[in-house]
């Protein structure tokens, strides 16, 4: 299974951060796999951020629920993360992963910088 991160790297205050995973050689409708976004801001550690089920049931940090959403394409076999009204707190190197407590296959990360 790979997964592979695409987005922009550099997005505004206020604007939202808007990311894609694509998953090959797996489908994201399998049972019963869970597939996360991961974010480690510079010097610190690893943020769980939310997944998308199997079955397209979400489930957030509670810390950022009420800007994130995650959807997914199953035609494309892909899933997203949208985060809104970012500040420069919400710099960091996004993942996509599959698993939740227990991940056992990442992408390679991409860099998101929130700076006007």
């Known amino acids: 299974v790979q997964l592979q991160e695409s987005g922009p790297g550099l997005v505004k205050p206020s604007q939202t951060l808007s990311l894609t995973c694509t998953v090959s050689?797996?489908?994201?409708?399998?049972?019963?796999?869970?597939w996360s976004w991961i974010r480690q801001p510079p010097g610190k550690g690893l943020e769980w951020i939310g997944y998308?089920?199997?079955?397209?049931?979400?489930y957030y940090n509670p810390s950022l629920k009420s800007r994130t959403s995650i959807s997914r394409d199953t035609s494309n076999n892909q899933f997203s993360l949208q985060l809104s009204s970012v500040t420069p707190q919400d710099t960091a190197v996004y993942y996509c992963?599959?698993?939740?407590?227990?991940?056992?296959?990442w992408g390679q990360g991409t860099q998101v910088t929130v700076s006007s």
């Open positions: 992963v599959r698993g939740a407590v227990v991940a056992d296959y």
């Open positions: 050689g797996g489908s994201i409708t399998t049972n019963y796999y869970v």
């Open positions: 998308i089920t199997y079955s397209g049931s979400t």
